[in-house]
């Protein structure tokens, strides 16, 4: 934990110089000077919440999926499937928040960020009947991510934020009717295969496959095209 919290620190410092010179412009570190420090943590929760979000969502379409396929896989969803992901999904992730993180200048929230998301990322992979109540669209619970992971077409695709509902409330991907029952692990998932060298080379394969798929398409198009035009007499 400690190695991990310090390379992003570092990693934070490498970024806020690329910013300065690149000219990219960053918020302002003097607005956080009389802010508590429980405030901007809160505050880096929830920008990481939202660029994962979006992230998820673009994990859950046609070409973003094979990076996110291993983690849907897992037919008995439980605290260890938090750390059932792919490499890609995790730099993806994480690059994402540390160059937020680094763009609104609160570097301090990263430990608390961190831990906070690998202690509450196990909790919400749990097979626990909590839903949180009237918080249920603060802070996401077991129930709210078991949907997420059920092999239901209704449930596909839904309840993408990782810690923030009101996230999937706002963008209209917000699923959630009650304990949820089903079985777990999509079967669209497409990773057939379960030893580790079949999953981390899932992606490549899967994308290899959609490419040659899409230029076999695209010279059938042109296969058809060329047969409809009729030769000037």
């Known amino acids: 934990m400690a190695i ?8 934070n410092a490498y970024i806020q110089s690329a910013y300065t010179a690149l000219h990219i412009p960053t918020l302002d ?9 429980w405030i901007f943590c809160i505050i880096g929760v929830a920008a990481k919440d939202f660029v994962d979000y979006w992230n998820h969502r673009l994990m859950h379409t046609k070409w973003g999926w094979p ?9 008995h969803v439980n605290a260890f499937t938090a750390n059932r ?29 961190i831990i906070f998301y690998i202690f509450h990322n196990k909790y919400v992979h749990m097979d626990l009947d909590f839903e949180h109540g009237p ?3 603060i802070i996401a619970s077991p129930v709210y ?19 923030m509902p009101i996230y999937d409330v706002m963008f209209g991907t917000f699923y959630n009717p009650g304990k949820c029952n ?7 998932t497409g990773v057939e295969d379960k030893n580790a060298i079949a999953i981390m080379t899932y992606p490549f394969r899967e994308w290899a496959k959609m490419i040659k798929a899409s230029h076999k398409r695209a010279r059938n198009k042109r296969a058809r095209v060329s047969t409809m035009v009729t030769p000037a007499e």
């Open 4 to 11: 991990v919290i310090f390379f992003l620190n570092d990693a």
């Open 29 to 37: 570190p003097a607005i956080w000077d009389n802010v508590p420090v």
């Open 67 to 75: 990076t996110h396929a291993a983690h849907h896989s897992d037919t």
């Open 85 to 113: 992901i792919h490499f890609l999904e995790a730099m993806i992730m994480t690059t994402s928040y540390v160059l937020l993180l680094a763009w609104i200048q609160i570097p301090e929230a990263l430990p608390f960020v």
């Open 135 to 137: 918080l249920k669209y």
């Open 145 to 163: 991510h078991r949907w997420h992971h059920a092999d239901v077409p209704a449930a596909y695709g839904k309840n993408l934020a990782n810690v």
């Open 182 to 188: 089903a079985p777990m692990g999509a079967l669209e």
